[in-house]
């Protein structure tokens, strides 16, 4: 008989995951899908009843968004701006009834290309706490996620937290999904930014695309031409140049590589426009 | 360090509910089948679809996605707690229709009720956010947004409205008879029936295209099994092991022999407790492959499937008149195109689904269903057993839109019951009801069309090849019905058409509303669109000019009676020059986004091609008073219940409300037919009709009245008086027939038609219905997005029995067109989930108008025409014809996904 365990503590569970392989359990969004079983197949870890892995609060040197944290909670909670555009993925993520179980942290780790999560934590260049029952570190989360549903995770570890560093709270995030269909869609491409603006030019520009390479990737050339130029010109910046050869997309029964690399570009286009669009708002 | 799960507890609807989790066990299934809380549907087991939605401490959960561990300790609100949490609620989805099969009710008013907590009066928009996570395959979902915005403005529960009175049944806006269980959770589907001892059974199936293949030792693996479990292949088969659609054609096992034609075929199904099976390794299932080069589309030949079907052609269609060649040779302009469509999946909320089990000499199967005595007949003869040794009672049926007309489960849980003798029961998942039942053609259709230089229509050819996939099933009537369809309502003296069906090892394609016609429509909508540009007159007014009118000979040299396209388009011109005003002006803003506009026919026969098609209808009185109706025509969300009843109490003369329904049940009620080919308000109706009539007549001679005088049923006393007099038959005097009536009649109705000759030229069908609908869109030219704005639709139904049914037939039909055209997309071994395979969603639908042409039909019942299947052909042609108006993009292949559009609108800059 499979066993579950459900402990309160992250210490249990640490010890739990040391002891013999088990399948971490958060919201079950996406390990229920896999299965057509009517029950969790195998040994599971699930860490919903650990209070501390739960929600979203301010350290000293960033934000911790705990590995139990959900969709709902995201959108709930009391964020600065930088952290709009993963608000807005937040609701974009299946639907009411999936962001209401399914995690941020477990978003991650399936690592699907297709993640509504990745964009906008790169662009807040999120970290990956990692800990088992040796010791705890941090992984860069462009450095955690290595493929195609792939994450650098050993056994014996769970992610315990994403960490928003406190330098990643200047400015505004935002974000651009494309689907075939409204709700509970999968993307086809998306743009993620954080941009911060001082006097009207761009202080630094975080920009990410998913969807159209096996994992989500910023976009380091468009970001450095952009720093220094105005926000209300920074849409007319993009090319095609600066956003495909960081991409690597496939074609697949929702678009084709091609299709996917342009829209990604109009995305990121359409992206700074409504930033800049929005900011014109705000100063008017 | 664990805490013990055996003793949980959730409050459940209210009420402290014990239960015996394994943790990990889905909640679904906790509720379902350990709780009998069957309210709670599962439709795909994945969070794809929102049907099993529940309230989990006040939040939207699926329960399908949820340990059930972490209900304990929680509240849990399911449909069956609703009535008290919002009773408005399901009263107000009852009046405003928003409940069809009822599968996706439940999740829909749980969404709700989570919903309605905090926002007790929401707008549209905040509705369509909330209750985004549930799809829904039949209503469209506008009903189901004006229900929940409405609901806190609806009546109190307690106060029912009278209905319409004695003979003012048909026309009325009456709200289903059969609702009250959909919104109440109490509707039994058919994995809701759980006999006492039932025994589970799952399936082995193929996960090859082709293959042949071998079975090992099966009775050392089934005995090595934890628990005692059967398993049983086509070796235990009693009868043929044949079924089929069409008897000529007949083709596909119940459990294949040695050789798959299709993935997802079953070889062999496993029987047992259901903690048995659970404990099973089906992988391990001793069953040798040897996969066989497939080809799943009409790329590539491929060896013969069937014997005596050379080239893989199962069978062609023609229809020819006049002389087509010539007329195209003559003709001022003439247009072609090449269409290719996908597979598109029916996409039901509720995957098929039943139990059988033995009653004395009776198999009993009670499961979904379009067609209960096909269903019976062909299972008996799988079985082995007669006819009347078979009983199908239909279970509520969750949709099927064509695809419920095919046996799926019926000889597999047949089987298993004759073989254990115990009751059985079967639940398809998603997975293995998308890979194993049927789905619509796809074709590559090529046609020519040309015109005079005033725009008349002189000749059309017209050549598809529909891929009907492995088997048969219902592609004939395809590849019958589409030449006689691909002129559209319109006047051709020279035509000809053809259409095979080809058989691949895709899926087998069968039937899904509309048999063909509305892949047809697309060619032949494109081409007017074509042919007005290049004659310079406005697209409406084209077809105008080309509609057919009474007296006019379709392209089979019938002149039927009522023809209401020309009314149709009619009735579209007003909103047609508003549209084309408006996309004008947009459009002179020269943005990134365009609008366009577009619109499409259809025309549509009613009921089997050049085929009898008979339903008979039972009605009767008890001796207590009762008016029963027994009606065969399968209700799968459709209103059939309804829209039958109120024909039949018209022509009777008792107020609907007062109408008691028998379903189809093979053992109590006459053989109403399949509910396919847009034929139950007509052909059942009609029947119901006349038996209605008939028994007003017995009772009148009875009491010596004329035809006017009026009846009415107080208790046991039936009352028949007029302006002279009274007279009361009292019923309990009178003897009781065989089935239990004092007063009955039966009748049966069969439409007259004239069977097709080698040109296709005959009388296909005695009723036809037509409409047109227009789109208005707005494309996203830098990234191929559509948005479908609005929808006019125009449709001449003889005579409305039900305008709020009826409405809700259009948006639905409205709903599937706008997939097909947009977003559908079935991939064989690719697609088989609802997250892969896209189906429109809340957000996903135009604003929908509906208005009704009432042209009566010289034979329908009161005039009726049929409406299910004609509702959906135009939405897809509409759609791309607005797509090209504001792009200029010619839309040849079919889902117009984003990457599609844009590579068109790139093509025609």
């Known amino acids: 008989m499979a066993a579950y365990h459900r402990p309160s503590e992250l210490t249990e569970a640490l010890e739990i995951l040391a002891a013999a392989p088990v399948t971490v359990a958060a919201g079950c969004t996406d390990l229920y899908p896999a299965t057509q079983a009517k029950a969790l197949p195998g040994d599971i870890l699930d860490i919903t009843a650990i209070d501390a892995l739960r929600g979203i609060a301010r350290e ?225 | 360090m664990n805490r013990p799960f055996g003793k949980c507890q959730m409050r459940v609807n209210g009420a402290e509910t014990p239960f ?106 905040e509705v369509e956010e909330a209750l985004g ?51 109440t959770g109490a509707e039994m589907y058919g994995a809701d029936h759980l006999p006492e001892g039932a025994l589970e059974v799952r399936a082995i199936r193929s996960p090859h295209h082709a293959a042949r293949f071998a079975l090992g030792d099966v009775a050392a693996w089934a005995a090595a099994a934890p628990a005692p479990v059967h398993v049983f292949t086509a070796a235990d088969i009693p009868g043929e092991n044949l079924f089929g659609t069409i008897p000529v054609f007949v083709d596909q096992p119940a459990l294949a022999e040695a050789h798959v034609r299709q993935r ?119 079985l082995g057993l007669p006819a009347e040794r078979v009983r199908v009672i239909p279970a509520a049926t969750g949709g099927g839109f064509g695809a419920k007309l095919d046996l799926s489960l019926q000889p597999l849980i047949g089987l298993a019951a004759l073989k254990t003798g115990r009751p059985c029961r079967m639940v398809y998942s998603r997975a293995e009801s998308m890979a194993s039942t049927t789905k619509r053609h796809p074709a590559r259709m090529t046609g020519r069309i040309g015109c005079d230089t005033a725009g008349r229509v002189t000749g059309m050819t017209f050549d598809g090849d529909f891929n009907t996939g492995a088997y048969a099933s219902w592609g004939p009537t395809v590849a019958v019905r589409v030449p006689v369809h691909a002129s559209g309502p319109y006047r051709m003296e020279h035509y000809h058409a053809v259409a095979r069906a080809m058989h691949t090892n895709g899926p087998a394609a069968g039937a899904f509303r509309g048999f063909g016609v509305p892949q047809a429509a697309l060619v032949q909508e494109t081409l007017f669109d074509d042919l007005a540009r290049a004659a310079g007159i406005d697209r409406l007014e084209f077809r105008l000019r080309n509609a057919l009118v009474d007296g006019d000979r379709t392209v089979c040299g019938q002149r039927p009676g009522g023809i209401g396209i020309r009314d149709c388009l009619v009735a579209l011109s007003v909103a047609w020059n508003r549209a084309l005003a408006e996309a004008a002006a947009f459009n002179e803003a020269q943005g990134v986004v365009r609008r366009g506009v577009g619109v499409a026919s259809c025309w549509y026969g009613c009921g089997n091609t050049g085929l009898p098609n008979p339903s008979t209808v039972r009605v009767g009185i008890t001796a207590a008073g009762r008016l029963v109706l027994h009606q065969g025509a399968m209700d799968i969300g459709q209103g059939a219940n309804t829209v039958v009843a109120q ?24 053989d109403c037919g399949k509910t396919s080919a847009s034929r139950q308000t007509y052909v059942t109706g009609k029947a119901a009709m006349l038996a209605g009539r008939a028994l007003r007549g017995t009772i009148l001679a009875m009491s010596n009245m004329g035809e006017d005088a009026a009846l009415s049923l107080e208790g046991d006393v039936l009352r028949v008086h007029d302006g002279r007099g009274s007279r009361d038959i009292r019923l309990a005097d009178l003897p009781v027939d065989a089935h239990g009536y004092v007063l009955a009649a039966e009748e049966t109705y069969d439409p007259p038609t004239v069977g097709l000759d080698a040109d296709g030229q005959g009388e296909p069908y005695a009723v036809y219905g037509y409409g047109a609908q227009m789109a208005e869109v707005e494309v996203d030219t830098a990234l191929g997005t559509v948005k479908v704005r609005r929808m006019t639709a125009a449709h001449d139904l003889g005579r409305v029995v039900n305008p709020l049914l009826a409405e809700g037939q259009v948006e639905g039909g409205i709903a599937q067109g706008l997939g097909m055209a947009l977003m559908e997309e079935y991939v064989p071994g690719r697609t088989e989930n609802l997250h892969d395979y896209l189906i429109p969603t809340f957000g996903d639908m135009p604003e929908i108008r509906s208005i009704f042409v009432e042209k009566p039909d010289p034979e329908g019942p009161m005039g009726v025409k049929g409406l299910g299947e004609h509702v959906l052909i135009p939405t897809a042609p509409a759609i791309l014809n607005a797509i090209r108006h504001a792009t200029g993009a010619r839309i040849t292949r079919l889902p117009a996904l984003p990457h599609r559009v844009l590579a068109a609108i790139r093509a025609a800059r």
């Not at chain 1, 709902?72 to 993925?89: H, I, R, S």
């Not at chain 1, 650098?152 to 689907?179: N, S, W």
């Not at chain 2, 439709?43 to 959960?61: E, K, N, Q, R, S």
């Not at chain 2, 024909?647 to 006459?670: E, F, I, N």
Request: net charge negative; aromatic share 4%; hydrophobic share 45%.
């Open chain 2, 264 to 382: 997802g075929e079953a070889v062999a199904i496993v029987v047992g407790e259901t903690a048995a099976l659970d404990a099973l390794d089906f992988a391990a299932f001793p069953v040798t492959w040897q996969p066989e080069e497939a080809v799943t589309d009409l790329s590539a030949p491929l060896p013969d499937l069937h014997a005596g079907r050379p080239g893989n052609e199962l069978i062609r269609g023609v229809v020819r008149c006049g002389d087509a060649i010539m007329a195209l040779a003559g003709a001022a302009h003439v247009a072609e195109v090449t269409v290719d469509t996908a597979y598109v999946e029916h996409a039901y909320i509720e995957p098929e689904a039943g139990t059988a089990w033995i009653d004395g000499d009776t198999l009993v199967i009670r499961a979904c269903t379009q067609a209960p005595v096909m269903d019976r007949d062909e299972t008996a003869k799988v």
């Open chain 2, 20 to 125: 015996a989790a394994a943790p990990g066990r889905r909640l679904s299934e906790v509720l379902r089948e350990d709780l009998g809380l069957t309210g709670t549907k599962v439709g795909c087991d994945a969070g794809d679809c929102g049907a099993c939605t529940v309230l989990l401490d006040g939040a939207a959960v699926c329960a399908c996605l949820t340990p059930s561990v972490r209900a304990d300790g929680a509240e849990v609100v399911t449909v069956e707690g609703l009535g008290a949490l919002v009773p408005r609620l399901q009263r107000s989805f009852l009046r405003h229709g928003a409940a069809q099969c009822g599968i996706c009710t439940p999740g829909m008013l749980v969404a709700a009720a989570g919903l309605l907590r905090g926002t007790p009066a929401p707008d549209r928009a």
């Open chain 1, 60 to 284: 000293d040197a960033c934000w911790r968004i705990g590995a139990a944290t959900t969709w709902t909670d995201v959108l709930n909670a009391d964020l600065p701006a930088t952290f709009d555009g993963l608000k807005l993925a937040a609701r974009e993520v299946g639907s009411v009834q999936i962001q209401n179980a399914g995690t941020v942290a477990g978003n991650l780790c399936t690592a699907s290309p297709a993640g509504d999560g990745a964009p906008c934590l790169l662009t807040l260049d999120a970290s990956v706490e990692v800990q088992s029952a040796h010791g705890r570190r941090v992984v860069p989360l462009s450095s955690f996620l290595i493929g195609a549903r792939r994450v650098e995770l050993q056994a014996g570890e769970m992610v315990t937290g994403i960490l928003v560093p406190a330098a990643a709270g200047a400015g505004g995030g935002d974000f651009l999904k494309l689907g075939a269909r409204k709700y509970l869609v999968i993307s086809i491409a998306m743009a993620a930014a954080r941009i911060d603006v001082a006097d009207g030019a761009i202080r630094e520009a975080a920009l990410a695309i998913g969807a159209c390479s096996p994992v989500a990737t910023r976009l380091p050339a468009l970001e450095d031409a952009l720093r220094g130029v105005a926000l209300a010109e920074a849409a007319a910046r993009v090319t095609g140049e600066m956003v495909a050869p960081v991409l690597s997309p496939i074609d697949d029964i929702r678009g084709d590589a091609a299709y996917r690399v342009e829209a990604a570009t109009e995305l990121m286009r359409r992206l700074l426009a409504r930033c800049a669009a929005r900011r014109m708002e705000a100063a008017a």
């Open chain 2, 647 to 670: 024909l039949c109490a018209d022509a009777l003369g008792l107020p609907v409300g007062q109408v008691s329904l028998v379903d189809g049940d093979t053992a109590k009620t006459p």
């Open chain 2, 133 to 183: 996570g549930v799809l829904c395959r039949c209503t469209g979902y506008a009903k189901i947004v004006d229900a929940v915005c409405d609901s806190a403005f609806e009546a109190d529960p307690g106060e029912a409205s009278p209905g319409p009175a004695a003979g003012a049944a048909v026309g009325a806006r009456l709200e289903r008879l059969d609702g009250g269980p959909k919104v």
